[in-house]
């Protein structure tokens, strides 16, 4: 199961398990995204590297206009899959 | 020590499925949380890749997975495909700025970063890959 969902204020949250089979909902919103957002992690249980790739696509994007992501509330396991992949010199990870 | 195995659609929406097994076997052998979610990355690593590299290939993939006191072994075969070596994908600039990093071989680089052993081997009578992995427990 995975959710996606652009609250009023702006931020992204994301809910469940984005995996390859899921990464294209996920895309459609990223896609919106035209300047600096906050994306919120508190109920992703699993993300794969179809997901951080599309993070990572959107980042670039908003990068070169001057914005990008803020990822907040990442659980232990996902933030050591960012370490991992050196995403976390890529991104704010604010908490 | 009972490997149990299963076999899925030769589709990226068979996910689901995929995890469901994985899920049932983690629960009934004790496997803690840290683990389960790297068997879920390296088997959903492994199963998109052959999926999106091995068009044409047998309808079903398998996956085998089996608890052998403190590891985890998984196996991954596919069948009626063409070698392709995990050992030989790109390897990403994982230090590099946003501004040099390209696309390709995340995948493959986060399962060799989280697994003990990766091993590969092709048949080619049978046009057989087979994939296995070592897992230690991380709890």
């Known amino acids: 199961m995975f959710e996606i969902k652009r609250n009023e204020n702006g931020t992204i949250s994301l809910n469940g398990r984005l995996d390859a089979s899921q990464v294209d909902a996920a895309r459609a919103v990223f896609n919106q995204v035209k300047e600096s957002c906050e994306v919120d992690f508190a109920e992703l249980s699993y993300i794969s590297s179809a997901g951080l790739g599309l993070l990572f696509g959107t980042q670039k994007r908003l990068v070169d206009g001057g914005g990008g992501l803020t990822l907040i509330n990442l659980s232990p396991h996902i933030r050591e899959i960012f370490q991992i992949a050196g995403f976390d010199n890529i991104f704010e990870i604010a908490y | 020590m009972t490997e149990v195995s299963g076999e899925f659609r030769r589709e990226i929406d068979a996910l689901g499925e995929v995890f469901a097994f994985l899920e049932t076997f983690s629960d009934g052998q004790g496997v803690d949380e840290k683990t389960s979610f790297c068997i879920n990355l390296v088997v959903e690593e492994l199963f998109t890749n052959m999926v999106r590299h091995n068009e044409g290939g047998g309808d079903q993939i398998k996956v085998s997975i089996e608890r052998r006191d403190n590891r985890v072994l ?50 080619p009578e049978g046009r057989r890959m087979r994939i296995t992995v070592t897992k230690t427990l991380e709890n």
Not at chain 2, 99 to 116: A, F, H, K, N
């Open chain 2, 74 to 123: 998984l196996e991954i075969v596919d069948t009626d495909v063409e070698p392709f070596d995990p050992e030989t994908a790109e390897v990403p600039m994982v230090d590099a700025g946003i501004g040099e990093r390209r696309p390709g071989g995340l995948g493959i680089y986060l399962v060799r970063s989280m697994v003990d052993d990766l091993n590969y081997d092709y048949e």
